[in-house]
T-cell receptor
């Protein structure tokens, strides 16, 4: 498998401020990480794919200037929510993609514990 | 993009009962996975199952790739099985590894 951590687990910030969330792959070097957002009682929505050493690929409708992603090393990706507003309050989850853990060409995602953001 | 439909949306069981959760895909998918999201939000990997059948304790899963569906079986359910179960998969025409999630099945197991 893979062990993924996120920090902080919870954060409360005031409207207009920026918040940085860290996602770390603890036991292997992750070329690709994914960022998701989950609203209460809803599914996970992919926001962006983070590739080490290159620009992130954002899903349609996700503002890249608002959700800044940096994947500067093989073990760390960060998501910065800039000028946060109450509608950005959500559960943000990262995952790492890993090949071969189930054999052959398998590609599995392993998730961090999530960060609950509340913007007041 | 791929659409993922999960059923039932909600399921309430008595402890000890068995259940079957279903996941339908609108197109062929790669990298099909089942997850359990616990009450604290952590997603736990249950199965990687692009095709065939796998078993892990009281849980098993079957994917019929040609018919674009997957089933998750939970036997002798326990209260700790409560939570949301998601399936996810990605399209074959990309190497990006992205996955689309279904809306989940919320399982409540009563003692």
């Amino acid at each position: 498998g893979a062990v993924v951590s996120q920090h902080p687990s919870r954060v409360i910030c005031k409207s207009g401020t920026s918040v940085k969330i860290e996602c770390r792959s603890l036991d292997f070097q992750a070329t690709t990480m994914f960022w998701y957002r989950q609203f209460p009682k809803q599914s996970l929505m992919l926001m962006a794919t983070s590739n080490e050493g290159s620009k992130a690929t954002y899903e349609q409708g996700v503002e890249k200037d608002k959700f800044l992603i940096n994947h500067a090393s093989l073990t760390l990706s960060t998501l910065t929510v800039t000028s946060a507003h109450p509608e950005d309050s959500s559960f943000y989850i990262c995952s790492v993609g890993r090949t071969g853990t189930s054999g052959g060409s398998s590609y599995e995602q392993y998730f961090g514990p999530g960060t609950r953001l509340t913007v007041t | 993009g791929i659409q993922v439909e999960q059923s039932p949306p909600d399921l309430i069981l008595q402890e000890g009962a068995n259940s079957t959760l279903r996941c339908n895909f609108s197109d062929s998918v790669n990298n099909l996975q089942w997850f359990h999201q616990n009450p604290w939000g952590q997603l736990i990997n249950l199965f990687y199952i692009p095709s065939g059948t796998k078993q892990n304790g009281r849980l098993s899963a079957t994917t019929v790739a040609t018919e674009r569906y997957s089933l998750l079986y939970i036997s002798s359910s326990q209260t700790t099985d409560s939570g949301v179960y998601f399936c996810a998969g990605g399209p074959y025409n990309t190497n990006a590894g992205k996955s689309t999630f279904g809306d989940g099945t919320t399982l409540t197991v009563k003692p």
